[in-house]
């Protein structure tokens, strides 16, 4: 049985992805579909019922996104590769905006002494020559050195791997790291570079034209949008 959230008002090609606040999930597949006045995600019940048999009514009502939920689970996840990696005194580094709203949260929670990193990669983007300044561009901020030390980056969601790409070339500018572990909120497919995140809050598997972005910083929500022209 497939069963569908569903979002309005009319033409509004935008939905909140509510079903994943039913983390700690590995792995979901959602997909949305964009009609005349509303965009359904949908899912298995059938699947949902036998990985989560706790779960009793797996359509929701509300449309915003348990962030706590997803963000105790990709601490969680961190604090075993810390512990599995040998990492006791790590530099964090958020890449703007999403990457630091995520970063601020996992920077009190893990009790980090260092003092958190604000990276903006906007000059480091493989298409900066094609789209040029974007207005609100900032330098990166960078409070200690990074020569020699570990290294938590952290962004909101992993897609392609080119921003990371980006944020590794702006980390070693500023000093060789021991090491560097990837915590993203969200993972979702397509994949273009050969890299990936260390620890998640969750993951998720979208069709062509759809991206997935976070909005805050209050609240943080998360929004899964078509990029297609208006249907």
């Not at 569903?6 to 992805?17: G, Q, S, W, Y």
């Not at 512990?83 to 790590?90: A, E």
């Amino acid at each position: 049985m497939t069963n569908r959230l569903l979002c309005t008002p009319r033409n509004v090609k935008k939905i909140h992805l509510s079903y994943l606040s039913l983390c700690n999930l590995p792995s979901l597949h959602l997909t949305p579909h964009f009609g005349d006045n509303h965009c359904a995600l949908r899912f298995n019940r059938h699947d949902c019922k036998s990985r989560f048999p706790s779960l009793k009514h797996p359509v929701m009502n509300n449309f915003t996104l348990a962030i706590p939920a997803l963000i105790e689970q990709l601490e969680n996840n961190l604090k075993q590769q810390l512990s599995l990696r040998n990492i006791h005194n790590p530099v964090m580094l958020g890449i703007h905006k999403g990457g630091v709203w995520i970063a601020q949260q996992l920077h009190e929670k893990l009790a980090i002494k260092e003092p958190l990193g604000v990276m903006d990669i906007s000059f480091y983007r493989d298409d900066f020559s094609q789209i040029g300044m974007h207005p609100q561009v900032q330098p990166s901020h960078i409070p200690v050195s990074l020569e020699g030390r570990d290294i938590i980056l952290v962004d909101d969601v992993f897609h392609t791997g080119r921003t990371i790409r980006a944020a590794l070339n702006e980390i070693f500018d500023f000093g060789r790291p021991q090491q560097v572990l990837l915590a993203v909120l969200i993972e979702r497919d397509g994949r273009q570079i050969p890299l990936q995140p260390d620890c998640i809050g969750s993951a998720i598997t979208l069709p062509p034209g759809t991206s997935i972005k976070l909005t805050g910083p209050a609240p943080l929500q998360i929004h899964i949008e078509s990029t297609h022209a208006e249907i």
